[in-house]
């Protein structure tokens, strides 16, 4: 990243042609420069102004809605200039050359807006990296999970520990520094010791939720397994809604992984379609099979579909898996399964997806969890000083103990020894973010 004295400015919108596009400038001279382009007053802060924006040999290029934040109370902290320009490329290529030309203005690098919100205080690690996921929600879960990372919930829980962690390592330390004063509660490394047993208990329980944000972020996993010309394919081009899948009557028709993305009432849910699971001695269908066997082992949730009345006794099943009864349509309902359905009427696909829904809702109750490596590894690494020091029966060193998970801690928002991390963490941004 460059020197943060630099004005930056980058297009903040979508992608173009598009109805309107914002373009972002920050920096000392975004006010300057707004000026320059629309040669006349600057509008009050906060409140829309249409101004005419003119190149350098006064030439029209747009009109455009201007806003203006000034600093501090700005996104970045810095002065702030939001132009709504008509959203053609050559409107913004034109603006864009005129600001590129200004002494002290430059083209911003990805993610150096949010950087600089960083830098300024104006947002944590934590809120920076949910307003990542923010952007690139796609499912309504996915977006309230965000929510609660990027609008500081996540981090006032870590704040709210790292607080209750200073007060117990702050009790230990009078004792050992002030035994022999009268004003110093005794035995206080006794009495702080529920303090941190309930820290450790709650981080322990937003570790566990860990799964169900991952989950939420990335998909939950549904592998379609079972024996050739059970419905597999059938269920999968079902469930899409189109032919994602060939279907024939012929057994292996199906050698490779197939997948489709769906959203369940909000939740990602990815599924795949695999090979028929039998002996054969075709080397692809080999292949497609061993892969099916290892989509089982990583799958969240299994369907095994079997024809209705064609029960195996040895089905490759999971801990995770549902029974699934195909071609109701041509059979009767049998007790053996989880659920009975049929791909050509739909009788039972309604069941199989409040099946779906249910296993994802007891792996994530809507509570807010970690959503990347780096906060649960910094977690686990809080968890493990917080073990140490329930253990420590010596006070120096169970006070040692809790300042390192305190800095733990204070590493998940930013607060401690992150420089290393920062161009890794906003260089996934988009460049006006």
Same mark, same amino acid.
């Given at each position: 990243?460059?020197?943060?004295?630099?004005?930056?400015?980058?297009?903040? /919108?979508?992608?173009?042609?598009?109805?309107?596009?914002?373009?972002?400038?920050?920096?000392?001279?975004?006010?300057?420069?707004?000026?320059?382009?629309?040669?006349?007053?600057?509008?009050?802060?906060?409140?829309?102004?249409?101004?005419?924006?003119?190149?350098?040999?006064?030439?029209?290029?747009?009109?455009?809605?201007?806003?203006?934040?000034?600093?501090?109370?700005?996104?970045?902290?810095?002065?702030?200039?939001?132009?709504?320009?008509?959203?053609?490329?050559?409107?913004?290529?034109? $603006?864009?050359?005129?600001?590129?030309?200004?002494?002290?203005?430059?083209?911003?690098?990805?993610?150096?807006?949010?950087?600089?919100?960083?830098?300024?205080?104006?947002?944590?690690?934590?809120?920076?990296?949910?307003?990542?996921?923010?952007?690139?929600?796609?499912?309504?879960?996915?977006?309230?999970?965000?929510?609660?990372?990027?609008?500081?919930?996540? /981090? =006032?829980?870590?704040?709210?520990?790292?607080?209750?962690?200073?007060?117990?390592?702050?009790?230990?330390?009078?004792?050992?520094?002030?035994?022999?004063?009268?004003?110093?509660?005794?035995?206080?490394?006794? *009495?702080?010791?529920?303090? !941190?047993?309930?820290? =450790?208990?709650?981080?322990?329980?937003?570790?566990?939720?860990?799964?169900?944000?991952?989950?939420?972020?990335?998909?939950?996993?549904?592998?379609?397994?079972?024996?050739?010309?059970?419905?597999?394919?059938?269920?999968?081009?079902?469930?899409?809604?189109?032919?994602?899948?060939? $279907?024939?009557?012929?057994?292996?028709?199906?050698?490779?992984?197939?997948? !489709?993305?769906?959203?369940?009432?909000?939740?990602?849910? *990815?599924?795949?379609?695999?090979?028929?699971?039998?002996? /054969?001695?075709?080397?692809?269908?080999?292949?497609?099979?061993?892969?099916?066997?290892?989509? !089982?082992?990583?799958?969240?949730?299994?369907?095994?579909?079997?024809?209705?009345?064609?029960?195996?006794?040895?089905?490759?099943?999971?801990?995770?898996?549902?029974?699934?009864?195909? @071609?109701?349509?041509?059979?009767? %309902?049998?007790?053996?399964?989880?659920?009975?359905?049929?791909? $050509?009427?739909?009788?039972?696909?309604?069941?199989?997806? @409040?099946? !779906?829904?249910?296993?994802?809702?007891?792996?994530?109750?809507?509570?807010?969890?970690?959503?990347?490596?780096?906060?649960?590894?910094?977690?686990?690494?809080? /968890?493990? =000083?917080? %073990?140490?020091?329930?253990?420590?029966?010596?006070?120096?060193? %169970?006070?040692?103990?809790?300042?390192?998970?305190?800095?733990?801690?204070? %590493?998940?928002?930013?607060?401690?020894?992150?420089?290393?991390?920062?161009?890794?963490?906003?260089?996934?941004?988009?460049?006006? @973010?």
């Amino acid at each position: 990243m460059s020197v943060t004295t630099d004005t930056i400015f980058a297009l903040s /919108s979508g992608s173009l042609p598009a109805g309107v596009a914002v373009l972002r400038i920050s920096g000392p001279a975004a006010f300057p420069a707004l000026m320059q382009l629309t040669r006349g007053t600057q509008p009050p802060p906060r409140k829309a102004a249409l101004r005419k924006i003119l190149d350098r040999e006064e030439q029209l290029i747009d009109e455009a809605l201007v806003l203006t934040f000034p600093a501090p109370h700005s996104f970045t902290g810095e002065d702030v200039v939001e132009l709504q320009l008509h959203g053609s490329r050559a409107v913004v290529n034109a $603006v864009c050359s005129q600001l590129a030309a200004l002494p002290g203005l430059r083209l911003a690098e990805a993610g150096e807006f949010s950087r600089r919100a960083f830098e300024n205080g104006r947002l944590d690690l934590v809120e920076a990296e949910g307003l990542a996921e923010l952007i690139a929600a796609e499912t309504e879960m996915q977006r309230r999970l965000a929510v609660e990372q990027s609008f500081g919930r996540q /981090s =006032h829980l870590y704040e709210d520990w790292t607080l209750r962690l200073t007060h117990a390592r702050a009790m230990i330390e009078a004792e050992l520094d002030f035994a022999d004063e009268d004003d110093v509660p005794g035995s206080v490394g006794e *009495r702080v010791t529920a303090d !941190i047993a309930a820290v =450790h208990t709650e981080l322990e329980k937003h570790l566990e939720s860990a799964k169900g944000g991952e989950i939420v972020r990335n998909g939950f996993k549904v592998a379609i397994v079972g024996p050739p010309n059970s419905g597999k394919s059938s269920l999968l081009n079902y469930l899409a809604q189109r032919d994602v899948a060939i $279907v024939t009557g012929l057994a292996g028709t199906t050698r490779d992984v197939l997948h !489709i993305d769906l959203d369940l009432e909000g939740y990602l849910v *990815r599924v795949f379609d695999t090979a028929g699971i039998r002996e /054969s001695s075709d080397v692809i269908e080999q292949e497609g099979i061993r892969r099916a066997r290892q989509l !089982i082992d990583t799958a969240d949730l299994v369907l095994y579909l079997e024809e209705i009345g064609w029960e195996s006794l040895q089905a490759p099943l999971s801990p995770h898996a549902l029974r699934v009864g195909t @071609k109701l349509d041509i059979h009767r %309902r049998a007790p053996s399964y989880d659920i009975c359905l049929s791909t $050509v009427t739909g009788e039972g696909v309604g069941l199989l997806r @409040k099946a !779906i829904i249910s296993r994802i809702q007891s792996a994530w109750d809507g509570s807010v969890a970690p959503m990347c490596g780096r906060q649960i590894a910094l977690l686990r690494d809080t /968890s493990l =000083h917080l %073990r140490s020091a329930l253990k420590e029966t010596e006070l120096e060193l %169970r006070a040692e103990h809790l300042r390192r998970a305190a800095t733990a801690l204070g %590493r998940i928002t930013g607060q401690v020894d992150v420089e290393q991390l920062l161009d890794v963490i906003f260089s996934q941004f988009c460049i006006g @973010k």
